[in-house]
């Protein structure tokens, strides 16, 4: 179980700053979720202005 990133995401950047493990990145367009790293504790979720990140 991990974090995924819709398209949705604007590339704010305030997911990244709220992962406790690091596990999120800046990636072409919009930011991604290393699934190996995330630990499903739903900061980026509560951080996102979108609601782009969602449990998978
Ligand atoms: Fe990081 Fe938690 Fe989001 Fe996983 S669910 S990417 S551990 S903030
Ligand atoms: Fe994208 Fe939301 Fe993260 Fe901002 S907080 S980079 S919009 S997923």
């Given at each position: 179980m991990a974090y995924v990133i819709s398209?949705?995401?604007?590339?704010?950047g305030a997911c990244a700053a709220e992962c406790p493990v690091g596990a999120i990145t800046e990636g072409d367009g919009k930011f991604v979720i290393n699934a190996d790293e995330?630990?499903?504790?739903g900061a980026c979720a509560s951080a996102c202005p979108v609601e782009a990140p969602k449990a998978e």
């Amino acid at each position: 179980m991990a974090y995924v990133i819709s398209d949705e995401c604007i590339a704010c950047g305030a997911c990244a700053a709220e992962c406790p493990v690091g596990a999120i990145t800046e990636g072409d367009g919009k930011f991604v979720i290393n699934a190996d790293e995330c630990l499903d504790c739903g900061a980026c979720a509560s951080a996102c202005p979108v609601e782009a990140p969602k449990a998978e």
